[in-house]
């Protein structure tokens, strides 16, 4: 995460690649293809461009400190909550009010959290308000002259999933941290004090069915190993406080603290140890998945390879689909020497963009097999329609499948030759073909 945030920082403030960077990064990346080409080369180009300070070793600086911050508050919080509790002029505890407060409402809030991770396109920056709140400190104190917080999380894909993982294994961090002080809470009080446990309700046999029913299913995970840390019916009806009672409860029963520590540790501290795990992963996965297909990370992969996108330097493809979208009327010897020497590629089949009209799937994949190296979009600079184009390149890969390469073919047509496009229209398609975050995809544009 911190080399991702030092190559944000480092594209922020870079000019043009240097001819020496170049040859580094080519190194880096020879015998590679892709995603992980690119990876290894733009790490190679950080080795020699990484400024100081470090904006990634300040945020993971001041992300631990805010971690340490949150984790203690919250370990406080679970000894106070517990404190809280206490009924001081019974000397007891209400095994209800514990029970529905001190672990009911962390159900709440991961439930709240489960939601908003479900709806994430829909909602805020982060998956929850603790997580967006933490986001936020940290990113404060570590300072962000570069501007990189905004180009991240702005920017999508893994690299802000990586973050946001990032900050929700932290705030499960806390949640542990939080029943970790129920828990030094809860025995602290059985140790130094006479402390009773009781329940109270206006409706008795009502209540004492529910408590009993809420007992029973809490305890299953080890009622079995451990039978004396579930209060039996007995225990239950000699615990609740009578209207006419007064005076101070009597110690225990030992039961009752026994139950409530373990629903602290299997119904409170386990989800978030799991929460905690599955977080972790998915941030290991998020780094594993990153593509470096933003198209910031695309232009600067273009200057450090040298790459015009006139041609190309990838091996030569036999077999390609090429299909004429919108009907250009190019005719196929204009444009074969162009396909052949610059972007490497031999036509096994040149069709109109028709053959992928619905009902004519059969049609469609019968051509995409006779052009196993992939498939060449052509098409006039002027013609640009992203949402037809998009509907094409999802037709595509639905058939194709997610690593066929695509190659759009950008030409316009004067008296029947393909001629190059404009300025402005080269730069419309680029930012299109970067929009798709497709790393087999790319344009190219006849010269």
């Not at 080519?26 to 904006?55: I, N, T």
């Not at 994430?120 to 501007?147: E, I, P």
């Not at 446990?197 to 529910?210: I, P």
């Not at 010897?333 to 031999?346: A, E, I, M, Y």
Request: one cysteine or more; glycine letters at 10%.
């Amino acid at each position: 995460m911190e080399e991702v945030i030092d190559l944000e920082q480092a594209l922020a403030t870079e000019s043009k690649p240097a001819t020496s960077l170049k040859a580094s990064v080519m190194d880096a990346a020879r015998g590679l293809e892709g995603a992980e080409a690119r990876s290894a080369g733009l790490r190679a180009w950080l080795d020699v461009s990484r400024k100081s300070p470090s904006a990634g070793n300040r945020f993971a600086t001041s992300l631990s400190m805010v971690s340490a911050g949150v984790g203690l508050l919250m370990f406080v919080a679970g000894i106070s909550g517990v404190l809280g509790m206490l009924n001081r002029s019974r000397g007891g505890i209400d095994v209800l009010l514990f029970l529905v407060i001190l672990l009911g409402v962390q159900w709440l809030i991961l439930l709240m959290a489960v939601l908003g991770w479900i709806f994430r396109h829909k909602t805020a920056r982060g998956f929850s308000a603790l997580q967006a709140l933490v986001g936020k400190v940290g990113h404060r104190f570590s300072g962000d002259g570069d501007g990189w917080w905004n180009r991240l999380m702005d920017g999508g894909g893994a690299p802000r999933s990586a973050l946001l993982w990032r900050l929700a294994r932290l705030t499960q961090g806390a949640g542990i941290c939080f029943n970790l002080g129920i828990i030094a809470g809860l025995l602290g009080l059985v140790m130094v004090k006479n402390v009773g446990f009781f329940w109270e309700t206006t409706t008795e046999a009502a209540m004492r069915e529910t408590l009993g029913s809420i007992v029973r299913t809490l305890s299953i995970p080890w009622s079995a190993v451990w039978p004396a840390a579930v209060p039996d019916a007995a225990e239950i009806n000699a615990s609740r406080w009578m209207p006419d009672q007064t005076g101070a409860l009597p110690p225990g029963p030992a039961a009752w603290w026994m139950f409530l520590l373990m629903a602290t540790v299997v119904w409170g501290m386990l989800p978030r140890l799991i929460w905690w795990v599955l977080a972790n992963v998915a941030f290991k996965n998020a780094l594993g998945k990153l593509d470096f297909q933003a198209r910031h990370y695309r232009a600067l992969w273009r200057d450090l390879t040298g790459v015009d996108r006139v041609d190309t330097d990838e091996k030569p493809l036999d077999g390609v689909l090429v299909l004429d979208v919108g009907g250009s009327g190019i005719r196929q010897q204009d444009l074969r020497p162009f396909l052949l020497q610059k972007l490497r590629v031999h036509p096994a089949s040149w069709q109109s963009v028709a053959v992928l009209d619905s009902g004519a799937e059969s049609e469609a994949q019968g051509a995409l097999r006779l052009a196993p190296a992939g498939v060449v979009l052509l098409a006039e600079g002027w013609a640009l329609s992203p949402p037809r184009m998009s509907a094409l390149h999802s037709q595509i890969r639905s058939v194709a499948g997610a690593e066929t390469p695509v190659k759009f073919l950008v030409a316009n047509v004067s008296k029947g030759l393909p001629v190059a496009a404009s300025g402005e229209e080269r730069k419309e398609w680029e930012r299109f073909v970067d929009s798709l975050r497709d790393p087999f995809a790319e344009v190219y544009f006849f010269a």
